[in-house]
């Protein structure tokens, strides 16, 4: 009889193969062709890798030097002057004068939308984290000035508003956002307000975002954090049940002696095999866009960056827990690689129709940071020394 390949054998297989895409093609592509002469970052590049005039979200900039910085990390060949460029760019184009992050801006730097969302903010302060390594205190000091601002303006009783002005529905995704910035700050930092926050968003979700008879982690919410009206409160995204099962096994290791340690970690157990049971459609072994609160199927398309939070969730999972799901990580692996067999390599293809097809369209670089912390993570897990532990 044949013998089955090591479950684990088969993950680390596939980091190498990621790893390799990530070093020799994509990082090379997105840190040339994806950077404008002005040291910003473009929105997407075409199926010839070729940058497409559009305006800007400010939520990509960071992501762009986070993904970099962390490619580094793993690597890749990323001159210091990228970064730096990347960062001037968008504290001049970005960086409104309450300190707040406006949310769009013209390829010319031209202000398009001067709103400031929750999500953005998060994204400013992941990436100062992950460059303090090169800004020093610089980039802490940044980090605390943009955390005030958050907490004075966007704060609300129990959380933090979606947007200012201030609407509803609110929001659980920018508040995972929120979660996965101070967690890499609790990192770098001794400063008490990152693990404060932390452990606020936890308890909110804990409390209200996770439906307590199924753990259906819901999306949207009214001024009292009940499910928002509608189909809308009935909303569940596999990916980010994964993501925010990543982050609250992250978040446990983190607060060990924390009296929600446990209630995090269980919660976080029943999110990814749920989001597994019901999100993974086995035939396409990919993870589905959404479903709805009873785990019905919603919209059974699967773009990438779900297939990316499933790898972070399963590895994390089986390397805390001594490593009983290693062929769900190698399963994972396998059912991201076909979004990254691109004609031109260092792309991606960002859907997949429920039949199966994968959509031949721009690749958007909102997917870079997905990819490489999904990358960074695994790595982390297999016992590479350069990943964050």
């Not at 936890?202 to 209200?208: I, R, S």
């Not at 919209?299 to 969730?313: G, S, V, Y």
């Amino acid at each position: 009889m044949k013998s089955q390949p090591d479950p684990q054998a088969r993950a680390r297989a596939g980091y190498v193969r990621l790893l390799d895409w990530l070093v020799e093609a994509a990082v090379p592509l997105w840190s040339t062709a994806g950077i404008d002469a002005c040291g910003a970052f473009h929105e997407i590049l075409d199926v010839n890798g070729v940058a497409v005039d559009a305006p800007r979200r400010a939520r990509v900039q960071p992501r762009q030097l986070f993904a970099l910085q962390a490619a580094r990390r793993l690597g890749a060949d990323v001159d210091e002057s990228v970064l730096r460029r990347g960062l001037q760019a968008f504290t001049t184009r970005y960086v409104r004068s309450d300190g707040l992050i406006r949310t769009l801006v013209a390829a010319d730097g031209q202000v398009l939308d001067e709103a400031a969302v929750l999500y953005d903010q998060a994204f400013a302060l992941l990436a100062l984290a992950s460059l303090k390594p090169l800004l020093g205190e610089d980039a802490e000091q940044a980090a605390r000035v943009l955390l005030r601002a958050i907490t004075v303006q966007f704060g609300r009783p129990g959380g933090f508003e979606t947007t200012l002005p201030p609407s509803l529905p609110l929001a659980s995704n920018p508040h995972m956002h929120l979660l996965e910035a101070c967690l890499a700050w609790m990192a770098v930092s001794e400063d008490p307000a990152w693990s404060s926050t932390a452990r606020q968003i936890v308890g909110l979700a804990l409390e209200h975002f996770i439906a307590p008879l199924n753990s259906a982690l819901r999306e949207f919410f009214d001024e009292a954090w009940r499910p928002a009206p509608g189909e809308a409160g009935r909303i569940v995204e596999p990916g980010h049940q994964f993501e925010w099962a990543w982050l609250l096994l992250s978040w446990s290791r983190l607060a060990k002696t924390d009296p929600l340690m446990l209630a995090a970690r269980v919660a976080a157990m029943r999110l990814v095999a749920n989001a597994e049971d019901f999100g993974v459609d086995p035939v396409r072994n990919v993870a589905m866009n959404s479903l709805l609160d009873d785990f019905s199927i919603h919209d059974a398309q699967a773009r990438l960056w779900p297939q990316t939070e499933r790898i972070k969730a399963w590895a994390l999972a089986s390397a805390q827990a001594g490593g009983p799901w290693w062929d769900i990580v190698a399963d994972a692996v396998e059912g991201l690689e076909p979004y990254l067999r691109t004609p031109v390599r260092g792309l991606w293809f960002d859907t997949m129709s429920a039949e199966g097809a994968l959509a031949n369209g721009p690749a958007p670089a909102s997917s870079f940071y997905h990819i490489v912390c999904a990358i960074e993570v695994l790595g982390a897990a297999l016992g590479d020394v350069r990943c964050a532990a």
